[in-house]
């Protein structure tokens, strides 16, 4: 079972901020937090991952709080294009592989 | 375009039928992922190769279901005798190392079995 929480659905509205949030409770130290999304019909896309720090790359940041029992996807303009499913994932070693466990995700609709 | 490649990007089969798709993993890639995806559902994970070897399967693949990484290189996933709850995307990811490298996924084959 995904190990994490997300709303699901919101809207944005065009150039503003969007910020998702993610708990993730059960999470272990070594387990990463991943972000990716998908839009209608194609592969996820990555869009970042961290451990304990806050990140920031090209596409967003991500801030994971203290405890690190939660995190938030910030997109910092949103656009059209940004309407997509967002997949928080916890990542560790399960069964001896790192694979992503996803749930069903937050459906993001940017509003012109 | 170095990414992930997948093939066929649609499959419309007969049940009972076999189907196989192929996956491309970015070159310097060593492990490699297939998952299914039904609609309104998150992606779930079929299995992982590191090299040629298959080193995990969910109880999803079922008897009917193989895969295959001949020389570490690209990957097959078979089905064999295919049947209406088939339908569904086949996604491919691979990457390079541990929990800290990002998987990056191809665009999928969305089988539809009639």
């Known amino acids: 079972d995904a190990k994490t929480t997300q709303p699901t659905s919101m809207d944005c509205a065009e150039g503003r901020a969007a910020n998702l949030p993610c708990n993730h409770s059960t999470i272990s130290g070594n387990e990463y937090v991943y972000w990716y999304r998908q839009i209608h019909s194609q592969g996820p896309q990555y869009i970042i991952h961290g451990l304990k720090n806050n990140e920031t790359n090209e596409m967003a940041s991500l801030i994971i709080t203290e405890d690190r029992k939660s995190s938030t996807l910030i997109l910092p303009h949103a656009t059209l294009r940004d309407t997509a499913v967002y997949y928080c994932i916890v990542r560790g070693l399960t069964s001896g592989t790192y694979k992503y466990i996803f749930g069903t995700g937050t459906r993001l609709k940017v509003l012109a | ?114």
């Open chain 2, 1 to 114: 375009d170095t990414g992930v490649s997948q093939n066929p990007r649609h499959k419309i089969t007969k049940r009972g039928q076999n189907v196989t798709f192929r996956c491309d993993p970015i070159s310097e890639h060593n492990r490699l992922y297939w998952y299914r995806q039904t609609l309104g559902q998150g992606p779930e994970f079929l299995t992982y190769f590191q090299n040629e070897a298959q080193l995990e399967k969910s109880r999803l693949l079922s008897d009917r279901f193989s895969a295959e990484r001949p020389k570490g290189s690209f990957s097959t996933l078979e089905i064999q005798r295919t049947e209406q709850g088939d339908s569904a995307m086949y996604l491919c990811a691979s990457y390079s190392g541990g929990a800290d490298t990002e998987a990056f996924f191809g665009q999928g084959t969305r089988l539809t079995v009639v």
